[in-house]
């Protein structure tokens, strides 16, 4: 607390430094229900991290446990090396950004940035240097008197933006903060807000529901669901290395089959052998992306050789979406629309195969 | 509901209702406006000479001023003690539990369900054994009791619109819970309070059955100053005086509470 406090005083420009944020088995329980589930997870300094679920998964009340706006049921929550679970909000110098801004309405721009600064006893000249240089940091110098009304969406989440970092917060909250922007701006701000994470060091844990933004902006994501952390990863292994039928499911599309993994080959529950990677053995599941599966001539030696027939053919914008109806079940292949070739027609007999390097082994999941 | 649906006749029966509706409720209370400013001395609606004796005499004789006096000052002190304690409950309401919540904010209104006659009287039963009847702050603080809805309800509606979301980034921002009621919580209800205590120092002015069990002898509001006027000597044309001052400082109080809600209504459109 101390430490923050002082820093403050200090003359601006400011070079922030996030501290990591760690969970210890923390748990937030209503009545019977679970909100959140004996979460672990390790968030490091100046790491831009992602919780990403479903609702009702709990990403949001791992936010409020953080903030401290609810108070965890059992765990540890530990701010650098201090364990802030015990400590009131306004006392943890975590700054929060929320989806509707939450500007103070009765403030005018200025006012609002500057209000954690005046609430730490700032002295007024240092405080109008600070807002000017988070004003600036978010491109909003010119807007220092207006009022809040006066702004459009966009703008009031760059001025919530600014007054959560005005103060050198030891970590950065995010909550769906772009959610209430339409699609462009959205792209923009999910620019600025990584641009601007990288530039101060800071530490950002940012809950939202969408995939794509999870994905360009983080470093690593937590996936949840049901309260529980399903799997905390880079983007790409999240995508080709899922931990478990749930996350593969959550990002894309994929062909999950069901069986038994022994010496490099997989049998499916039906009985058929696939080449596969993975060297453990014991029940598991084969997760194959539809972008994977490729036909005829493409299929090399050492891909698994199976048929299908074409139940259902789309065009999905740039990609060809083919269903097959084959021994493994029903079948999702997607191809890139590079040739002029037409699209197979329903009830043709296609051979197809995958890379086996890219064919991804789940184990234990059943 | 679109009243288009109703017809051409439908509308012009709506319209004539609303009309009929709208001057029912206004006219008693104008009719005396003219009537309050006539030379005259008996009760024509349409004076044939001016003259403003009838407020002389409110401010002149001393029994109408005194009366004047005391009941604003009861009214400033009642709705000012019902101000402070109704914008206190109503953010502890709002912070209690959804269950504990409804049993006290029933309390808290229940002075505007029990009719006032059995408020009176249990007021009199306590303060007569007490000896306070016929004092002036016990009768104030009566009248706060009585009032405490007014301030509540506009201020707690007030509460449940501001977004639960504006205390949580006070407090992220360093806020505690003090400083974050006097910088955002107080700023966003102004409007509100200022409207509950105008509602209340109104009701608090005009009451009559309360005061009638409590004032005693000596204390005499100017309800209690008027009503006794009307039941002595008939009508004295000093009340139509009266009830014009205080019709004037209703519709007074009315408008700058609609301008000031209107402007922060603006303003908080934005936060919403």
Request: charged content about 20%; aromatic content about 8%.
């Amino acid at each position: 607390m101390t430490t923050a406090t002082t820093s403050i005083a200090g003359t601006a420009p400011i070079n922030t430094r996030g501290v990591g944020v760690r969970f210890e088995q923390l748990s937030k329980r209503y009545g019977d229900f679970y909100a959140v589930d004996s979460l672990d997870l390790n968030v490091a300094p100046g790491e831009f991290l992602s919780i990403l679920g479903p609702s009702g998964s709990g990403k949001t009340t791992v936010l409020m446990l953080i903030a401290g706006f609810v108070a965890p049921t059992s765990g540890r929550l530990l701010l650098g090396d201090q364990d802030i679970s015990q400590i009131p909000p306004y006392k943890r110098n975590i700054g929060v950004v929320f989806q509707n801004y939450a500007l103070f309405p009765h403030l005018d721009v200025r006012r609002n940035v500057g209000f954690p600064l005046e609430v730490r006893g700032v002295p007024k000249d240092e405080i109008a240097k600070r807002v000017n240089w988070a004003l600036e940091r978010v491109h909003m110098e010119k807007f220092a008197d207006r009022r809040i009304s006066q702004l459009s969406g966009g703008q009031q989440q760059r001025i919530a933006l600014a007054r959560a970092i005005v103060f050198e917060p030891r970590a950065l909250l995010m909550d769906e903060p772009l959610a209430a922007l339409d699609r462009n701006l959205r792209q923009d701000m999910q620019y600025e807000i990584r641009s601007l994470q990288r530039s101060l060091g800071q530490t950002v844990i940012y809950v939202t529901h969408d995939q794509e933004e999870a994905l360009n902006l983080s470093d690593r994501v937590a996936v949840m669901n049901l309260g529980r952390l399903q799997q905390v990863d880079t983007p790409k292994n999240l995508y080709l290395r899922p931990a478990n039928p749930f996350v593969a499911g959550f990002f894309g599309e994929a062909n999950l089959l069901s069986g038994k993994t022994q010496g490099g080959v997989f049998t499916t529950d039906a009985g058929i052998r696939l080449p596969v990677t993975e060297t453990r053995e014991g029940p598991a599941v084969l997760c194959v992306r539809p972008e994977m599966i490729v036909f005829g001539d493409e299929r090399k030696s050492d891909f698994p050789s199976l048929t299908g027939t074409v139940l259902e053919t789309r065009y999905r914008g740039s990609i060809l979406h083919i269903e097959l109806d084959t021994p493994l079940g029903k079948i999702n292949a997607v191809q890139h629309i590079n040739t002029t070739n037409d699209a197979p027609a329903e009830g043709t007999t296609l051979e197809f195969g995958w890379d086996p390097n890219l064919g991804h082994v789940m184990m234990g999941q059943v | 509901m679109n009243e288009y649906l109703l017809g051409l006749q439908g509308r012009r029966v709506l319209f004539a209702y609303a009309i009929v509706l709208i001057l029912f409720i206004i006219l008693p209370a104008l009719v005396l406006v003219p009537i309050s400013i006539s030379a005259d001395d008996s009760f024509v609606i349409i004076p044939e000479a001016f003259s403003l004796r009838w407020y002389e005499q409110l401010v002149g004789d001393p029994r109408w001023r005194n009366a004047l006096v005391l009941s604003l000052q009861v009214a400033a002190v009642a709705s000012v003690m019902a101000t402070i304690a109704g914008v206190l409950g109503a953010i502890g309401i709002s912070r209690a539990s959804p269950k504990v919540a409804k049993v006290l904010r029933l309390i808290f209104i229940a002075p505007i369900i029990v009719p006032l006659m059995v408020i009176g009287v249990g007021f009199y039963m306590l303060y007569a054994r007490m000896r306070l009847v016929g004092s002036f702050f016990p009768l104030c603080l009566a009248h706060a009791v009585l009032v405490l809805p007014f301030v509540m309800l506009p201020v707690s509606a007030r509460l449940y619109s501001i977004d639960k979301r504006l205390e949580w980034a006070a407090a992220s921002l360093g806020a505690g819970p003090y400083r974050t009621i006097f910088r955002v919580q107080l700023p966003l209800l102004a409007p509100s309070i200022f409207a509950g205590f105008v509602f209340a120092f109104i009701f608090s002015f005009d009451e009559v059955v309360v005061a009638q069990f409590l004032s005693g002898p000596r204390l005499e509001t100017l309800p209690r100053r008027m009503w006794e006027g009307i039941q002595m000597g008939g009508l004295e044309k000093t009340i139509t005086a009266v009830t014009t001052a205080q019709l004037l400082l209703a519709v007074v109080a009315m408008l700058i509470i609609s301008i000031w809600q209107r402007r922060s209504a603006t303003k908080a459109a934005s936060s919403k």
